[in-house]
DNA sequence: ATAGAAATGAGAATCTTAAGCATCAGGCGG
DNA sequence: CCGCCTGATGCTTAAGATTCTCATTTCTAT
């Protein structure tokens, strides 16, 4: 339930805050940008400001409760926390968004990074290519 | 000579372009805004607009002389594509960047495209940290 | 040198995201 | 259950990054 969740988060339990963690929860896709889920909201019938949906989703962010990625384009992309920590690949025809996670990766990474003298904090691994997937609208090409 | 680079390209040759070329290629850092670039030239008492520091920049990177780079925040960074395919580490608190590249990562890589079917095309790897330099303005902590 | 085409500079426009501010609503005391 | 107080919302305006427009200038080939 939203409730629980923003209430665990310290927030105020309210409509807007409810009605976008629920976008975030039932979507297919599970990247989505914040106009995405603005104009979601308004096809809902629902009164929302724009303003609203980046400071909730900022707040959320705060809170651990979502994901701000920044992919190629210039739109960041919010994705719901749902604990594991995961990469991405992306298909640049049809812009399908899969996760991933590689220990092999994420163990060379922490290697990587202790060679070059870092204390490493967070990386970010995104894959970019053409799925095969039947509704690709390049698929096989 | 960036005369030569700019010919390979198809690109005519100009003042501007052979500045920005220069730029990069004599850059500390290697990673470059298009504001900082814009500010190196007005320093160094060029006559140069910002657009075309973006326009060129822009060209730049569809002939395949510099790489665009989208890490966190708002600003692209732009560096000389020097032949070689590598990733980046940063650090946080001074904003140093390195490069490096690991066998492995690239082959793992390869090998979850192919399970996950995508024909992959290009990647974004980038590691972010607090680096032990000791001009790191947070060295140690 | 000269014309034609392409490039530049300045400023306006656009896009994404983040304020500022007046109004409204959720949570608590009575 | 009602009303207040503080924080939340909506709308508008702003800010930062990048692109576009267009008149003017610069290359390149002749």
Same mark, same amino acid.
């Given at each position: 339930?939203?409730t ?6 310290g927030l105020?339990?309210t ?14 896709t ?10 979601e ?5 629902e %009164?929302?400001g724009?303003?609203t949906?980046?400071?909730v989703?900022?707040?959320? %962010?705060?809170?651990g409760?979502?994901?701000r990625?920044?992919?190629e ?6 994705e ?9 690949? *992306? ?11 590689d %220990?092999t *990766? ?5 290697? *990587? ?14 894959l970019?290519?053409?799925?095969l997937?039947e509704?690709c ?5």
């Amino acid at each position: 339930m939203e409730t629980q969740n923003l209430k665990k988060a310290g927030l105020k339990v309210t409509l807007p805050r409810m009605k976008i963690l629920q976008i975030l929860e039932e979507s297919e896709t599970r990247h989505l940008t914040a106009e995405a889920i603005y104009r979601e909201l308004l096809d809902s019938g629902e %009164e929302i400001g724009l303003a609203t949906v980046y400071r909730v989703l900022t707040q959320f %962010e705060a809170a651990g409760l979502v994901s701000r990625l920044h992919f190629e384009g210039n739109q960041a992309v919010f994705e719901l926390d749902r604990g594991g920590h995961h990469d991405h690949i *992306i298909c640049n025809q049809c812009g399908r968004v899969e996760e991933f996670l590689d %220990e092999t *990766i994420e163990q060379r990474q922490r290697q *990587i990074a202790k060679e070059h003298g870092y204390r490493i904090k967070d990386h970010a691994l995104v894959l970019y290519g053409d799925c095969l997937d039947e509704d690709c609208p390049r698929r096989g090409n």
